[in-house]
């Protein structure tokens, strides 16, 4: 069983930057795509950013490019085994819960059906 835990959600004015961060408790899941996904207050939760497990390819939704960047740890032994989410020129549409998710599709990550894990979520605000 795979856990996932987020951080590094907070409070940021409109152009500022976070990053966010999501740990494995398991070492397969270096072998995992991984993705984070977003749900903002009365919608659905959308696709963010998707990375491979190799961390050579990567996705993102229309909205975040240019902005966001999606990294991981190298698949080494001795990995932290951690995903990473840099958001940069914030804005206040992207506040939202943002969430790690997990998944062991040959696909390219962006849909949440491509995912079997999933973190419990960190708060992201962005004030105008």
């Known amino acids: 069983q795979v856990h996932l835990v987020e951080s590094g959600g907070g409070l940021v004015q409109a152009g500022g930057s976070l990053r966010l961060s999501c740990a494995a408790s398991e070492r397969t899941f270096r072998w995992y795509v991984m993705g984070w996904f977003r749900q903002a207050p009365g919608k659905e939760r959308e696709f963010v950013a998707s990375?491979?497990?190799?961390?050579?390819?990567?996705?993102?939704?229309?909205s975040v490019k240019g902005r966001f960047t999606i990294s991981r740890d190298k698949a080494r032994d001795n990995a932290k085994n951690a995903v990473y989410l840099h958001m940069s020129s914030l804005k206040p549409e992207d506040t939202a819960v943002y969430y790690c998710a997990a998944g062991q599709t040959t696909d390219y990550g962006t849909s949440i059906d491509d995912y079997d894990y999933w973190g419990q979520g960190t708060q992201v605000t962005v004030s105008s």
């Open positions: 990375i491979s497990w190799s961390g050579d390819n990567t996705y993102y939704a229309d």
